[in-house]
């Protein structure tokens, strides 16, 4: 029998799931690949409404392979408007979103020929996945419109959900169409009317990209943006600078405590010279997962609840050309940053109010807007989600979250999801961002390689090993 394996998602994780397959597999397979829109391999992030959405990270360190680090340097350089460039400057330039998705869709399309020559059978299916049923003979896909289909084995790579809801009294209120629940989408910046400001909750990389799509849409208007914090979003400084000192300070036994008092010390000493928490930050990325998997449930609460903004500011951080944009629209008043909750919404024939409470000036305060843009950020309790898959199979007890529902629970060894005995489905995976509650850092392309082709390991080891024929 020929293993017919599923893939949940059609983004990054999910097709490089499917090109390691096609890539490493010697004998036949049967794949299909799941997406509920077309653009398989951009997903999300990678088709954006406009070009100037740029990559969070420099063009050297977005190679879709982890055994091959320049292939999207290379790829890039090969193209006739780049080759002329210095590869240097290249590198370490952060380029367009959607190049990005070509880059990706170039990939997706020279493994389906190679996949030909394989005899591997690739179908590409756009729908959504409402259930998964894991039977005797294999896992069951239900469809929103397709009939059903039996595989052998899943893999889950759904990706980022969109932001949840504020929670205000008013629940009507989001179903109005000046509310958009979705910041990825163009219509939030499209059709707009400068007259009237506008509000975006949250002020992390994705309000950057609704500036960015409303001033290319010529909103010249006041926009407000209200977060817990409202911390300044940074930009990237001291490019190129590297500080590990403090990485020989740090073990595996150590507490929270421990560790923010050794970054403390750090961020002390190298603010003596000028320069800033972020280099410290950056170094503790290869060691970040293992750390999180260190802390207690306790810690890891209190590093949600007091320290993951302050992380999140040092860690994502935008272009120095982009920020400068973002500062002059706050000197020109034009850009308001408040620190704040949100009371509630209403929305009349004279506008929106909004009702919020200011953290600074420790007051009630009220706002007269055109739209909502909701830009807190991919959700991670799909139990709250609406009509949501991953909160089906939670419902249906197939999937269950970890102690702080930032994700699924996962044995990240092999990459399979846990059942409710902490037992294994040996046959269902996930990866990306339904791990971040086992691993943290688990959403940029920098993880997403490594568990993509570890994933195609792992199931043709076992196709091998289940099957005699297939050695
Ligand atoms: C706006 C944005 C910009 C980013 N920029 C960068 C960057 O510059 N560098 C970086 O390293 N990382 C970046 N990231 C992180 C990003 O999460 C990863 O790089 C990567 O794109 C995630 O891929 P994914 O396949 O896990 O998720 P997604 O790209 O979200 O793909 C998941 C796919 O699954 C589909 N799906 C979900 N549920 C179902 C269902 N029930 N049935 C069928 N299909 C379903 C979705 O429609 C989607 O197409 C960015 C993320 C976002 C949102």
């Given at each position: 029998m020929i293993p017919r394996i599923g893939i949940i998602g059609g983004g990054f994780a999910g097709i490089m799931t499917a090109v390691n397959l096609i890539k490493k597999t010697t004998t036949p397979l049967e794949l299909y690949i799941i997406g509920e829109r077309s653009n398989f391999a951009r997903?999300?992030?990678?088709?954006?409404?406009?070009?100037?959405?740029?990559?969070?990270?420099?063009t050297g360190k977005m190679s879709a392979f982890p055994d091959q680090p320049s292939h999207f340097l290379d790829w890039v350089m090969s193209r006739p408007s780049f080759r002329d460039l210095p590869k240097d400057i290249v590198s370490s330039s952060f380029l367009s979103r959607n190049l990005y998705g070509d880059y990706l869709c170039e990939l997706w399309q020279e493994s389906i020929k190679i996949a030909e020559e394989k005899e591997i059978n690739v179908v590409e299916l756009v729908d959504t996945v409402i259930k998964l049923t894991n039977t005797e003979d294999g896992i069951e896909l239900s469809f929103l419109n397709s009939p059903s289909i039996k595989v052998d084995k899943c893999v889950v790579a759904t990706g980022n959900q969109i932001p949840k809801n504020p929670?205000?009294?008013?629940?009507?209120?989001?179903?109005?169409?000046?509310?958009?629940?979705?910041?990825?989408?163009k219509e939030c910046v499209g059709d707009v009317n400068s007259s009237r400001p506008i509000l975006i909750i949250g002020n992390g990389l994705t309000m950057v990209d609704t500036i960015l799509g409303l001033q290319d849409h010529k909103f010249k208007g006041e926009i407000y943006s209200i977060s817990p914090n409202g911390f300044n979003i940074l930009p990237h400084r001291h490019t190129g600078l590297t500080y590990q000192a403090h990485l020989e300070e740090?073990?595996?036994?150590?507490?929270l405590k421990e560790l923010t008092s050794v970054i403390h010390k750090h961020v002390k000493i190298v603010r003596q010279f000028g320069v800033s928490a972020e280099p410290i930050i950056d170094a503790l990325r290869p060691h970040t997962q293992r750390i999180w998997r260190n802390l207690t449930v306790v810690e890891k609460q209190f590093f949600m609840s007091r320290l993951r903004h302050l992380f999140g500011v040092a860690r994502h951080r935008i272009p120095l050309h982009i920020y400068d944009k973002i500062q002059k629209l706050r000197i020109d008043g034009l850009l308001h940053i408040q620190s704040g909750k949100i009371i509630d919404i209403t929305e009349t024939d004279r506008g929106i109010d909004v009702t919020y409470f200011d953290k600074k000036q420790r007051k009630t305060q009220f706002l007269k807007v055109s739209r909502v843009i909701n830009?807190?950020?991919?959700?991670?309790?799909?139990?709250?989600?609406?009509?949501?898959f991953l909160g089906q199979c939670i419902h249906d007890g197939i999937f269950y979250q970890d102690e702080l529902k930032l994700g699924i629970q996962t044995n990240v060894e092999n990459f399979k999801v846990k059942s409710k005995d902490g037992m294994e489905h040996s046959n269902l995976f996930t990866l990306g961002s339904n791990l971040k509650g086992e691993?943290?850092?688990?959403?940029?392309v920098n993880e997403l390689r490594q568990q993509a082709n570890a994933i195609a390991d792992i199931i043709l080891a076992e196709e091998n090993f289940i099957d005699g024929s297939n050695k």
């Amino acid at each position: 029998m020929i293993p017919r394996i599923g893939i949940i998602g059609g983004g990054f994780a999910g097709i490089m799931t499917a090109v390691n397959l096609i890539k490493k597999t010697t004998t036949p397979l049967e794949l299909y690949i799941i997406g509920e829109r077309s653009n398989f391999a951009r997903g999300t992030a990678y088709e954006s409404y406009l070009d100037k959405h740029i990559l969070n990270v420099t063009t050297g360190k977005m190679s879709a392979f982890p055994d091959q680090p320049s292939h999207f340097l290379d790829w890039v350089m090969s193209r006739p408007s780049f080759r002329d460039l210095p590869k240097d400057i290249v590198s370490s330039s952060f380029l367009s979103r959607n190049l990005y998705g070509d880059y990706l869709c170039e990939l997706w399309q020279e493994s389906i020929k190679i996949a030909e020559e394989k005899e591997i059978n690739v179908v590409e299916l756009v729908d959504t996945v409402i259930k998964l049923t894991n039977t005797e003979d294999g896992i069951e896909l239900s469809f929103l419109n397709s009939p059903s289909i039996k595989v052998d084995k899943c893999v889950v790579a759904t990706g980022n959900q969109i932001p949840k809801n504020p929670s205000i009294p008013n629940l009507p209120f989001f179903k109005s169409p000046n509310y958009f629940q979705n910041p990825w989408k163009k219509e939030c910046v499209g059709d707009v009317n400068s007259s009237r400001p506008i509000l975006i909750i949250g002020n992390g990389l994705t309000m950057v990209d609704t500036i960015l799509g409303l001033q290319d849409h010529k909103f010249k208007g006041e926009i407000y943006s209200i977060s817990p914090n409202g911390f300044n979003i940074l930009p990237h400084r001291h490019t190129g600078l590297t500080y590990q000192a403090h990485l020989e300070e740090i073990h595996n036994k150590m507490s929270l405590k421990e560790l923010t008092s050794v970054i403390h010390k750090h961020v002390k000493i190298v603010r003596q010279f000028g320069v800033s928490a972020e280099p410290i930050i950056d170094a503790l990325r290869p060691h970040t997962q293992r750390i999180w998997r260190n802390l207690t449930v306790v810690e890891k609460q209190f590093f949600m609840s007091r320290l993951r903004h302050l992380f999140g500011v040092a860690r994502h951080r935008i272009p120095l050309h982009i920020y400068d944009k973002i500062q002059k629209l706050r000197i020109d008043g034009l850009l308001h940053i408040q620190s704040g909750k949100i009371i509630d919404i209403t929305e009349t024939d004279r506008g929106i109010d909004v009702t919020y409470f200011d953290k600074k000036q420790r007051k009630t305060q009220f706002l007269k807007v055109s739209r909502v843009i909701n830009c807190t950020g991919p959700e991670t309790d799909f139990s709250k989600l609406e009509n949501n898959f991953l909160g089906q199979c939670i419902h249906d007890g197939i999937f269950y979250q970890d102690e702080l529902k930032l994700g699924i629970q996962t044995n990240v060894e092999n990459f399979k999801v846990k059942s409710k005995d902490g037992m294994e489905h040996s046959n269902l995976f996930t990866l990306g961002s339904n791990l971040k509650g086992e691993l943290w850092e688990s959403t940029a392309v920098n993880e997403l390689r490594q568990q993509a082709n570890a994933i195609a390991d792992i199931i043709l080891a076992e196709e091998n090993f289940i099957d005699g024929s297939n050695k």
